[in-house]
């Protein structure tokens, strides 16, 4: 039996850098970690919009929130907006919180829909705290106990300083950094990788091999030749275009999300930047169209020229393959819609971590390991093809996802929410019932019917009820500082 003593990771980035510090940290006496980063490799600045699950790795870590935010100029996040996507003319929120108030067998969006057909007129997100605290500028960072007070949150924030931040931090506990290229991956006779020789001309052995090389998957694509589930036929934007610009002057507590006739921009207010960019198709326009189009929605003056980017969403159906671990882009690709890039590092890590093996290849924990990986991605692709298939626009480019044959598992969620307002949260779906609700109301479905429990109310209790909720959801709302002050005070260090 020959234990587990050398992780070795190709490429940092985000992806290498967490990875090496999640690693080391967690696995401190088990293993000696490796990280070779290659100087012929610009790294690509991924996910510069989070979901909340990042402060959990920053809490493990232990990495102060004020040090984050001021190292990586970082704003908050409650929620995307998501703007034209249904139609030309409506808009929608997705937030991190959750409207009104959930009894055990009944959901909100119940009492909610009953509640319309008795006289109410407010939106759904009248009962979200996080909806209320954008329309009104305001944060806090201190966690309630009470979950109708609670306001979840992630960041905005600079994907390279965040690598940079982590780099100090995984070399400060023991991290070998090597700055090389890998010319040759060497195999030995059952097809592992056996060590790696670069062009400084060192031999660089392990047992364990990271591959966090991009969208190259220099290893489990390259050398290993792992197979590739290719999603286009789902989702049809293949390019993208980065162009930042200078920051906003008054930064807004939510990603814009901008749907356009062929694709969608992203807007992310940073404290010394704005990232914008366009994600589209190049079967419905060409580089010049959606670069005219980004440009003629970009307000700020220009920071840089324009990156053009192109990708082919899907997914490694073996991301840890022998004794190979893909994570980050190497594993596969998803557009930024919900922003989960970061998401689907951090989770690939503690997916590594919690089934890492004390002695040998295991091939049960690579089997569970694939399990949970494809199962998680699958989800998040249903979630984000969602957004596309509800639409109500004109143009061929969203005409066309209205035809299209979607995934069993995301047809069926569609239409058990269409026919009860039900939503069933699969185990390895990271978006709650909320998410969900949010988005399908958002684009145009409205159930048909309710659940039964709801009409437990009779019409004045229930309305009584919700404007109770109502007085809650604004008490807390008032106990909230104004943003601009909240991050004032970070600038300051205070």
């Given at each position: 039996m020959n234990k587990i003593k050398k992780v070795v990771i190709v490429g940092g980035g985000t992806a290498g850098w967490m990875s090496a510090a999640l690693i080391?940290?967690?696995?401190?006496?088990?293993?000696?970690?490796?990280?070779?980063?290659?100087?012929?490799?610009?790294?690509?600045?991924?996910?510069?919009?989070?979901i909340p699950p990042i402060r959990a790795i920053n809490d493990v870590l232990g990495i102060p929130e004020l040090d984050f935010l001021n190292a990586t100029n970082a704003s908050i996040k409650l929620a995307i907006k998501f703007e034209n996507w249904h139609n030309e003319e409506k808009c929608y929120f997705h937030t991190f919180g959750g409207a009104?108030?959930?009894?055990?067998?009944?959901?909100?969006?119940?009492?909610?829909?009953?509640?319309?057909?008795v006289g109410c007129h407010d939106s759904f997100w009248d009962f979200d705290l996080n909806?209320?605290?954008?329309?009104?500028?305001?944060?806090?960072?201190?966690?309630?106990?009470?979950?109708?007070?609670?306001?979840?949150?992630?960041?905005?924030?600079?994907?390279?300083?965040?690598?940079?931040?982590?780099?100090l931090y995984s070399t400060n506990i023991g991290v070998k950094h090597i700055k090389s290229h890998v010319n040759d991956v060497c195999l030995d006779k059952l097809n592992y990788v056996n060590n790696l020789k670069l062009k400084n001309g060192q031999t660089i052995s392990g047992d364990i091999f990271i591959d966090c090389s991009g969208q190259k998957g220099?290893?489990?694509?390259?050398?290993?030749?792992?197979?590739?589930?290719?999603?286009?036929?789902?989702?049809?934007?293949?390019?993208?275009?980065?162009?930042?610009?200078?920051?906003?002057?008054?930064?807004?507590?939510y990603t814009r999300?901008?749907?356009?006739?062929?694709?969608?921009?992203?807007?992310?207010?940073?404290?010394?930047?704005?990232?914008?960019?366009?994600?589209?198709?190049?079967?419905?326009?060409?580089?010049?169209?959606?670069?005219?189009?980004?440009?003629?929605?970009?307000?700020?003056?220009?920071?840089?020229?324009?990156?053009?980017?192109?990708?082919?969403?899907?997914?490694?159906?073996?991301?840890?393959?022998?004794?190979?671990?893909?994570?980050?882009?190497?594993?596969?690709?998803?557009?930024?819609?919900?922003s989960t890039s970061i998401y689907l590092i951090q989770s690939s890590i503690i997916r590594l971590i919690k089934l890492f093996p004390h002695s040998d290849i295991n091939h049960?924990?690579?089997?569970?390991?694939?399990?949970?990986?494809?199962?998680?991605?699958?989800?998040?692709?249903?979630?984000?093809?969602?957004?596309?298939?509800?639409?109500?626009?004109?143009?061929?480019?969203?005409?066309?996802?209205?035809?299209?044959?979607?995934?069993?598992?995301?047809?069926?969620?569609?239409?058990l929410f269409k026919e009860s307002g039900q939503v069933i949260k699969d185990p390895s779906d990271i978006f709650t019932d909320s998410s969900w609700v949010q988005v399908m109301l958002g684009q145009g479905l409205m159930p048909k019917a309710y659940h039964p429990r709801a009409t437990d109310f009779e019409k004045e209790r229930l309305l009584n009820w919700l404007n109770e909720l109502k007085l809650v959801k604004h008490s807390a709302l008032k106990s909230l500082e104004q943003y601009p002050d909240f991050l004032s005070k970070c600038e300051k260090g205070i």
């Open positions: 080391k940290k967690l696995l401190h006496k088990q293993v000696d970690v490796c990280l070779i980063d290659s100087e012929l490799v610009p790294t690509v600045g991924v996910g510069e919009a989070s009104g108030y959930s009894s055990p067998f009944c959901s909100f969006q119940h009492y909610w829909l009953y509640a319309k057909e909806y209320l605290a954008i329309n009104d500028d305001r944060f806090s960072n201190k966690t309630q106990q009470d979950k109708l007070r609670d306001l979840p949150y992630a960041y905005h924030f600079d994907a390279s300083k965040y690598a940079e931040m982590l780099k220099l290893l489990i694509k390259e050398a290993l030749g792992c197979e590739f589930e290719d999603w286009s036929d789902l989702l049809l934007c293949d390019r993208a275009i980065a162009l930042p610009s200078k920051r906003l002057s008054k930064l807004p507590l999300s901008i749907a356009h006739k062929f694709g969608w921009q992203w807007q992310i207010p940073l404290k010394h930047r704005t990232g914008n960019g366009i994600v589209y198709s190049s079967k419905f326009a060409s580089d010049e169209d959606a670069l005219d189009v980004l440009l003629k929605n970009i307000t700020e003056p220009l920071d840089v020229e324009p990156n053009y980017i192109k990708f082919k969403t899907g997914k490694i159906k073996t991301p840890w393959c022998k004794n190979v671990v893909a994570i980050g882009l190497s594993s596969g690709f998803l557009e930024p819609l919900e049960s924990l690579i089997e569970e390991f694939n399990r949970q990986a494809n199962l998680e991605l699958d989800a998040i692709r249903d979630f984000i093809v969602l957004h596309y298939v509800l639409n109500d626009r004109k143009e061929a480019f969203w005409q066309t996802y209205r035809t299209k044959q979607l995934p069993s598992s995301l047809s069926h969620k569609i239409s």
